[in-house]
C-alpha cells in the first residue's frame, strides 16, 4: 500500500469527477487515505479435442481498488471497489471469443469500519469479505464471498481467535456448492490459530443457517535441513449437509521444498465415498486447487497427486513443470490428467506475468461419454499490484 497526496487516477475513480476549484479541499481529504488493490488481464485458449474443430478463447479482465483511512485513533474506514462483472459468480469480466467487447461494471463491494481501541483487538464490522478457510474473501480475476455483519479477532500470546456473524452474504453466487442459497441466511464463524517451534496450527468451524455446518484442522511448518528449506503441510476439513445423512470431507498433506535456485511440490488429497464438497470456493484453504483445471474440490470419492520441479533461473525469470493427476474410484469417467510448463516473469516488484501451455485429458468425457477428451490449453496472465 502506499499513501496518496495528491489527485489520482485512482481517487478520481472512487470519488468521481470535482471542479478546479475544491481541487486543493480534495487534496486534504484524502492525504491520509491508503490506495491499494491490483489489475489483472488473463487470455485463456482452449482446444477442447485435438481430433475435433473446437476452441475456445476467454479474454478476462479485473479491477480491485481498496480505499482505507484513519478515521481517529480508535477506528479506520475501508471501501472496496471492483471493476469487472456485476452480476453472476464471477467478480471479473469474461469475454469470449463468440462475444463483441463491452464496458465493464465499476461496484462497491466492502464498506466497513475497524476499532482497534481494545488492546491486541480489532473488530470490524459492515459490508466486507468473508475471510474464512472455507471461502476466498479477495482474488485478482475470479470470485469473491462477501457478506454484512461483525468479525472480531484478538490476540492472546501465541494464540489468535477469531468470531464472526453475518446476516447476508452473497453466498449464492458460490459455483462450489450447489444448494439453493438465497444469500439472507446466517452465518456463524470461529476460529483459532497458533504458532510453536516453527509450527502453525489452525482450527475453526462454520455453519450457514439451514444449510450446512463444517470445521477444519490445519498443519503447517517451515525447517532447514542441510540447506534444504522444507514446507510440509496437512489439513483434515469436513462438511455435513442439513437436509442429507452424507458426510462430505476432503483431506490432504504435502511437501515443499527449495534448495538454492530449485524447488518442487509433492502433494496428496482424498475425498469421501459420500462427498468431497467442504468449501464455498474451490482454492479457499479447505478446497484442494493447487494447479490449473485439475481440482479435487468437490469431488466424490476421489484422489488428486500435484507433482511440481521449478527452477529460479534469473531473479526475474522462473521455469516450471507441473503434473496432476485426479482418479476417480465411483465414475472412471472422471479420470483427469494435466501436464503443463510455466514460465514466470516479474519485471518489477508489482508488475508480474505468466505464461502457461500444455495438455489437459479427462477420461470418457467428450461427445457425450463415448470419446476421451483431450485438450491442448493455454494460458497468458498479467498483474500490476499497487
Not at 476466498?136 to 470470485?143: A, E, L, M, P, Y
Amino acid at each position: 500500500m502506499k499513501k496518496i497526496t495528491k489527485l489520482s487516477l485512482i481517487a478520481t475513480l472512487a470519488l468521481g469527477s470535482v471542479s478546479f476549484a475544491n481541487a486543493q479541499a480534495l487534496e486534504e481529504a484524502i492525504k491520509n487515505v491508503d490506495v491499494s488493490g491490483t489489475v489483472t488481464y488473463r487470455y485463456n485458449d482452449y482446444e477442447e479435442n485435438d481430433n475435433v474443430n473446437d476452441s475456445k478463447s476467454e479474454n478476462i479482465f479485473k479491477a480491485a481498488i481498496n480505499l482505507k483511512s484513519k478515521v481517529n485513533d480508535d477506528v479506520v474506514a475501508n471501501v472496496r471497489f471492483i471493476v469487472g462483472e456485476a452480476e453472476g459468480a464471477d467478480a471479473s469480466y469474461i469475454n469470449t471469443q463468440s462475444q463483441s467487447d463491452k464496458q465493464l461494471d465499476v461496484t462497491l463491494s466492502e464498506v466497513n469500519f475497524t476499532y482497534t481501541g481494545i488492546a491486541n483487538t480489532a473488530i470490524t464490522f459492515g459490508k466486507q469479505g468473508l475471510a474464512t478457510p472455507f471461502t476466498v474473501h479477495r482474488d485478482s480475476i475470479g470470485n469473491e464471498q462477501t457478506g454484512t455483519g461483525i468479525v472480531a479477532v484478538t490476540n492472546v500470546g501465541p494464540v489468535t481467535l477469531a468470531a464472526a456473524y453475518f446476516n447476508n452474504t452473497n453466498l449464492n453466487k458460490s459455483k462450489e456448492v450447489s444448494l439453493d442459497i438465497k444469500g439472507h441466511e446466517n452465518v456463524l464463524f470461529a476460529g483459532a490459530m497458533a504458532s510453536f517451534a516453527g509450527i502453525n496450527a489452525d482450527a475453526s468451524y462454520i455453519e450457514l443457517e439451514d444449510f450446512f455446518d463444517a470445521y477444519t484442522v490445519g498443519l503447517s511448518a517451515s525447517y532447514d535441513v542441510a540447506s534444504v528449506k522444507l514446507n510440509p503441510y496437512a489439513r483434515y476439513s469436513s462438511l455435513d449437509l442439513d437436509n442429507n445423512s452424507a458426510d462430505n470431507v476432503l483431506w490432504k498433506v504435502g511437501m515443499r521444498a527449495n534448495m538454492g535456485i530449485f524447488g518442487a511440490h509433492l502433494g496428496y488429497g482424498q475425498t469421501d465415498k459420500e462427498g468431497g464438497v467442504v468449501a464455498l470456493d474451490a482454492s479457499s484453504e479447505t478446497g484442494y486447487d493447487e494447479h490449473w483445471r485439475v481440482t479435487l474440490s468437490g469431488e466424490t470419492d476421489s484422489s488428486v497427486i500435484y507433482a511440481s520441479v521449478d527452477a529460479q533461473v534469473l531473479p526475474s525469470l522462473n521455469v516450471a513443470l507441473k503434473y496432476s493427476d485426479l482418479d476417480d474410484d465411483k465414475k472412471e469417467n472422471k479420470d483427469q490428467k494435466e501436464i503443463y510448463t510455466q514460465v514466470t516473469y516479474q519485471m518489477s516488484k508489482n508488475f508480474t506475468g505468466y505464461v502457461r501451455f500444455g495438455q489437459y485429458e479427462v477420461k470418457n468425457k467428450f461427445n457425450g461419454g463415448t470419446k476421451d477428451l483431450d485438450s491442448t490449453i493455454g494460458r497468458l496472465h498479467v498483474q500490476y499490484s499497487f
